[in-house]
């Protein structure tokens, strides 16, 4: 059981490109989301998905895009790199059902947009 | 509007003194109410949550914490602090009503257990 599985764990991007932050979980969760974290800022939700197919903007959406395709995976895009996307984005899922038990996150992505 | 504060950004101790890291929140329903813990360079691990039940949740690696609906308090408590819990806390929570399971998040506080 690997949990939430997060790739990569470093990246380099320079201003204007684009790439995929992966994020996959293999305990069958519905909820998905993405976290960005900045120093003083704590966290701060980015996207979030209740379900295969169903996606939702979180506090600060704008540079990012997502999709669900399936249960499993959750990735995170940026189509235009900014130096304002510097942080360390991390990826969380919870369990199905009524009842709310907290977050499994995974090991962090850190991303320096240069 | 749902809102979490850590009132302090660093909170130094001795170890084998008692700890106390502090949290307070507001919601209009029901409150879940969850420690997460930061180790550098890794992501949150969950320490205890409280939903409903005993004011006073027993969680990991020996922390507790006491929620007081009265004060809409919720810190985070260890008897004997180690120099291994040093680390970033976050304190969170969720309005229990509906089924959103949107978390609010406190800005942490960073611990230091000095030897």
């Known amino acids: 059981n690997a949990g939430v599985t997060q790739t990569p764990k470093f990246q380099v991007l320079k201003t204007g490109q684009s790439m995929t932050l992966q994020c996959a979980q293999d305990m069958n969760h519905e909820y998905m989301s993405w976290y960005r974290q900045d120093p003083g800022m704590g966290l701060r939700l980015i996207h979030y998905s209740v379900g295969a197919g169903i996606t939702d903007q979180g506090e600060v959406p704008n540079g990012y895009n997502v999709s669900r395709s399936t249960t499993e995976d959750f990735p995170l895009r940026l189509l235009s790199a900014a130096p304002s996307q510097t942080s360390v984005y991390f990826c969380?899922?919870?369990?199905?059902?009524?009842?709310?038990?907290?977050?499994?996150f995974g090991s962090g992505t850190r991303l320096t947009v240069v | 509007a749902q809102s979490v504060a850590q009132p302090e950004d660093q909170v130094n101790v001795a170890e084998g003194n008692p700890l106390t890291v502090k949290c307070t929140y507001s919601?209009?329903?029901?409150?879940?109410l969850f420690w997460y813990v930061q180790y550098p360079n890794r992501g949150l691990q969950f320490l205890l949550k409280?939903?409903?039940?005993d004011n006073l949740v027993k969680g990991s690696y020996g922390f507790e914490a006491e929620f007081n609906k009265s004060q809409t308090s919720f810190h985070l408590k260890k008897p004997s602090a180690l120099v291994s819990d040093s680390a970033l806390y976050f304190c969170a929570v969720r309005d229990g009503a509906g089924n959103n399971r949107k978390l609010i998040w406190g800005l942490g506080t960073s611990l230091a257990v000095n030897p």
């Open positions: 969380a899922s919870s369990l199905p059902g009524q009842g709310f038990y907290g977050y499994t």
């Open positions: 409280y939903i409903t039940g």
């Open positions: 919601v209009s329903g029901n409150p879940y």
